[in-house]
């Protein structure tokens, strides 16, 4: 399959999401979202298995997308975050999978006793 990379990424900071344009859809990704799978060591860890839950980020924002090659961006967030870097394949994995992995994510937080607050 070849990679597919979107048309627009367009960062909507006052509302804290990112709207990725497709050919045939576009995405809004929440920051809370993108910032809870990122690909990162801290996040994802080294292998299978390590993924660390995140917590507490019902509130976090994005301050900036730096491109990174052809190849991907990096995001950084204002809690300080900035080691994750987002490829193309990724970005439309979490785009085209949000409901099913946004799911499991609650499922988790709930299964650690963890509740969201949004402020």
């Known amino acids: 399959m ?10 909507h900071q006052q509302s804290a999401y990112l709207t990725l ?8 990704l929440t920051a809370e979202y993108l910032r809870v799978h990122s690909p ?3 996040v994802m860890g080294h292998g299978p298995g390590q993924e660390k839950l995140q917590v507490g ?16 961006v990096q995001i950084v967030y204002d809690d300080g975050h900035d080691t994750g870097i987002y490829s193309w394949e ?5 785009s085209c999978g949000y409901t099913e992995k946004w799911n499991s994510y609650l499922e988790k937080l ?8 949004k402020q």
Do not use: C, F, H
Not at 110 to 117: L, N, S
């Open 90 to 94: 990724y970005l439309y994995e979490l």
């Open 40 to 42: 990162s060591a801290e």
């Open 110 to 117: 709930k299964e650690a006793g963890y509740e969201r607050v």
């Open 57 to 72: 980020k019902e509130n976090v924002s994005i301050q900036s997308i730096v491109p990174v090659g052809n190849y991907a």
């Open 2 to 11: 070849a990679t597919v990379i979107p048309e627009e990424i367009n960062l």
């Open 21 to 28: 344009k497709y050919p045939n859809q576009s995405y809004d």
